[in-house]
């Protein structure tokens, strides 16, 4: 009998599904036991009688109570949700980790290895995830890189071969089994049936390892959706006064582009807004078909740039609970991400005691001196430049205090050495402050709870808003500490989102 997990109100659920809510799409799963299919809740197709369905948190607990996901809706292709939030800092942790890549591909560690680096023993751990998801660890990975595949397969042209590697598998034959065992059909016969054509192969399959791929350049077109609201214009005008030429591009209203390096794989992409579908379409160029291995975690990174996993209901709900901003939120304002922690880092110092425009110049110095050009499937880009680059740099085409410049050499110098610290770590380097860290963990760390309170732009409008609000205020100097720390208290766990609303106040 299938179980009903939904987090949400079965009520709440059927609504939603009946509207086909965009809304929700991501946060539940309509499993249809006369089909034995499960739906995204915006799936067009005919919505099945509310006595033949069940409620699930994601895809896996549907998968696991025996359904298929829909071919029509694709629940591969939605936005990520909140359904592990709750399950305990270790257990959280892990799936992050996990979801991230670190236990497939060429880099993969074992879960022993994964256990030391979360501090907890490997019996502990897997005992959090047959309590927590519900699953074992092996069998959770498995289901990622699954779902990964699938939506290759659904959306690209990359040969089955190309989505065996780029889903982390290591060779094409375990590809096939594992997709088989878990979704009944298999890689070939997926695609067959969304008509995607699929790309020649002249070598066998069957024995073929996926390590041993033609290095060419490689291009795909993805779409990610997202959860409405968003608000595009905002997100669209951030990014467009802070661009780094050749590095960044707006081409029209709908469009961010960017150059990108992970883990030694370099790229672009292109993403296009298509506000109708709640969605953007990607373009993804990796410099050769090497850089497939990273392309889950690249993926990733785009979703976290644009901010696309939001749930800009539960953020609002807890923002407009700050009597002064209900008038003035913004609604659907997201959390423009960096590329890395260390870009993230850059940008912070080179903007300490100056303007945006005056920042922004000197990061395009920065890159244009430094950064990396290259030539990615016919487009010319230039890359960030590397911590080690920084760290032995000159720096002086910028015109900027001496004292900043070493800090900026110190930071390459203390990331090129130490690339996974934690960002608290980042306060031993001489000329590094907190507003820096808080900045690098909120635009590259995407970490949600961050409110910048030493920033000067968030200091002045929380005075201007509380002196408006309450009269007792404007008489009286305000404890702007206390004040502050209230305030974070009040719309925990989702400072970094209220940042961002106080530097678009007008």
Known sequence: MLTHNCMLDSEICHKARLARDARFDGLFFTGVITTGIFCRSICPAVSPKEHNVRYFDSPLQATMAGLRPCLRCRPDSAPGSFAWKGVGATLERAIGLIDGGVLNGPDAISIEQLSVRLGVSSRYLRKLFLEGVGTSIKQYTQFRQLMFAKQLLHQTELSITQVGLAAGFNSVRRFNEVFKQVLK???????????????????????????????????????????????????????????????????????????????????????????????????????????????????????????????????????????????????????????????????AVLGQQVSIVQATKLLNQLVLAYGEPRTIAGKRVLLFPHPTVVAQASLSELKMPGARKLALNALGAFVANNPNADLAKWLSIKGIGPWTVSYAQMRGARQPDVLLCGDLVVKKRVIKLYQNTDASKAELAIDYSALTKEIADTVSPWGSYLTFQLWNLQ
């Open 185 to 347: 059909l298999t890689p070939s016969m997926f695609r067959q049936q969304v008509a995607v054509k699929q790309l020649s192969d002249n070598m066998p399959i069957a024995n073929r390892e996926l390590a041993s791929a033609v290095i060419q350049p490689v291009t795909l077109n993805v779409e990610l959706y997202y959860r409405p609201p968003l608000a595009w214009q905002q997100q669209h005008d951030f990014y467009q006064l802070r661009a780094v030429r050749y590095m960044e591009w707006l081409d029209g209203p709908n469009h961010y582009g960017r150059s990108f390096s992970l883990n030694g794989v370099n790229g672009y992409f292109d993403a296009e807004h298509h506000q109708a579908r709640n969605s953007f379409k990607v373009n993804v160029a990796l410099e050769d078909e090497r850089g497939l291995v990273e392309l889950h975690n690249i993926i990733n990174n785009i979703k976290r740039v644009l901010d696309l996993n939001a749930n800009m209901q539960a953020v609002e709900q807890v923002l407009l609970s700050l009597a002064p901003l209900q008038n003035h939120i913004i609604t659907g304002l997201r959390l423009p991400g960096t590329w890395s922690t260390f870009e993230a880092g850059c940008r």
